[in-house]
């Protein structure tokens, strides 16, 4: 069973940058899948980026050019790189992390974009 922790969310002008952290602890994520999702208040939880073990990446067309997924497998880490944030960013971000035979979520850390 992996355990993840997310952190880095906070408050942030509009325009502004954060970068969030996934950390893994327990089995080795070989082979996984990360995922960022997000879920804003009456909203359903929705897919922002993914990236697979070797590095392939995807992104929901609403961060393009702004976020940017990445992983270091050696520190069993992930991050979220966002830019240019907008208010409708605001959300909880929760890390995911997915295999053949096991999915993991993080507790979800909370991202504020508010002048």
């Known amino acids: 069973q992996v355990q993840l922790v997310e952190s880095g969310g906070g408050l942030v002008q509009p325009g502004g940058s954060l970068r969030l952290s996934c950390a893994a602890s327990g089995s080795i994520l070989f082979g996984s899948v990360i995922a960022w999702y997000r879920q804003a208040p009456g909203n359903e939880r929705e897919l922002v980026a993914t990236?697979?073990?070797?590095?392939?990446?995807n992104y929901a067309d609403f961060v393009k050019g702004r976020f940017t997924i990445s992983r270091d497998n050696a520190k069993k880490t992930a991050y979220l790189q966002m830019n240019s944030l907008k208010p409708e960013d605001t959300a909880v971000y929760y890390c995911n992390a997915r295999t053949a035979l096991t999915e993991s979520w993080g507790q979800g850390t909370q991202v504020t974009v508010s002048s």
């Open positions: 990236i697979t073990w070797g590095g392939s990446t």
